[in-house]
């Protein structure tokens, strides 16, 4: 079992930055094995998919949308999972989940092992 906790979200304008930080605690065998994501999702819209990060941190993977304004990085333990989000836009506001799991696949369908209960995240004009 894994539980993750986000934290980060908040209010500010476009153009401004913010950082998203998913804490992760729990342990279960194949730790360190977890892909890790975010996804988003807006009242009225269907979820999608921010950015995941491969279990050794070497590759990421981004949404069209955010691709050079948002990273996404952990440490090897996969203990932390930040978003850094900078220069954000209006249509970036949405509620944004932390999620795990052990095959990609799962991300490549919007669904995921693990998920946490989301920060919001709003960005005014």
């Known amino acids: 079992q894994i539980k993750l906790v986000e934290s980060g979200g908040g209010s500010v304008q476009a153009g401004g930055s913010l950082r998203l930080s998913c804490a992760a605690s729990?342990?279960?065998?194949?730790?360190?094995?977890?892909?890790m994501g975010w996804f988003r999702q807006a009242p009225g819209k269907e979820r999608e998919g921010v950015a995941a990060i491969e279990p050794n941190g070497r590759v990421t993977t981004y949404a069209d949308a955010v691709k050079g304004r948002f990273t996404i990085s952990k440490d090897a333990a996969n203990n932390t999972i930040l978003l850094q989000m900078n220069n954000l836009k209006p249509e970036d506001t949405a509620m944004y989940y932390c999620a795990a799991t052990q095959e990609y696949l799962e991300f490549l369908h919007k669904r995921a092992e693990y998920w946490g209960q989301g920060t919001q995240v709003t960005v005014s004009a």
């Open positions: 729990g342990t279960v065998s194949g730790s360190g094995t977890f892909y």
